[in-house]
């Protein structure tokens, strides 16, 4: 009975991760740039005194930095390694796992620095601003990218499995 009910809860658990939304936010404004699994983990990526970059790992109540683009200081013993044919991932494979993703927003306020361009470039942006996303051109040297970006994991499965 008690063995029943520990393999239903890992049953049920991981039937809910696969429906636990993955979100990936851009704003270059604010400067907030994460990706995470809502109410689970996140992976923000902050500026930093000392390195370029630092990542902010939160999982669950552990919270951790790291800096991914410093080397490691101990250079790791080589292994001699089999060598593994080279799998190739199919253009059509790639496509579907990018249509499984779903843009929530997209905002893009730009100023190239150059008034003939952004002259020319006003017409699109309008046409573009109409029917596609929120896209501006403006003429005060400012620039700005908001993206939100969602997706499940069994909607990733899917397009991997089906077709």
């Known amino acids: 009975m008690i063995l029943t009910v520990v393999i239903l809860l890992v049953v049920l658990l991981a039937l809910g991760l696969l429906f636990v939304p993955i979100q990936i936010f851009i704003d270059t404004d604010t400067g907030k740039y994460y990706v995470g699994l809502k ?3 996140k992976a923000s990526f902050e500026p930093d005194e000392k390195e370029l970059l630092r990542v902010r790992l939160k999982v ?5 930095y790291f800096y991914p683009l410093t080397k490691p200081s101990k250079p790791k013993p080589t292994k001699s390694k089999k060598t593994k044919p080279k799998r190739r991932i199919k253009f059509r494979k790639v496509v ?3 249509k499984s993703f779903e843009v929530k927003r997209f905002t893009l306020d730009m100023d190239t620095g150059d008034y003939v361009v952004n002259a020319k470039m006003y017409p699109i942006f309008v046409f573009l601003n109409q029917y596609v996303a929120s896209f501006h051109i403006n003429f005060e040297d400012r620039n700005r990218l ?5 997706n499940r994991p069994y909607r990733i499965l899917k ?3 089906n077709h």
């Not at 669950?60 to 951790?64: Q, S």
């Not at 908001?146 to 969602?150: F, G, H, L, Q, T």
């Open 60 to 64: 669950l109540f552990y919270e951790h």
């Open 96 to 98: 579907r796992l990018l």
């Open 39 to 41: 109410g689970l983990a």
């Open 159 to 161: 397009s991997f499995i």
């Open 146 to 150: 908001v993206m939100d970006i969602r």
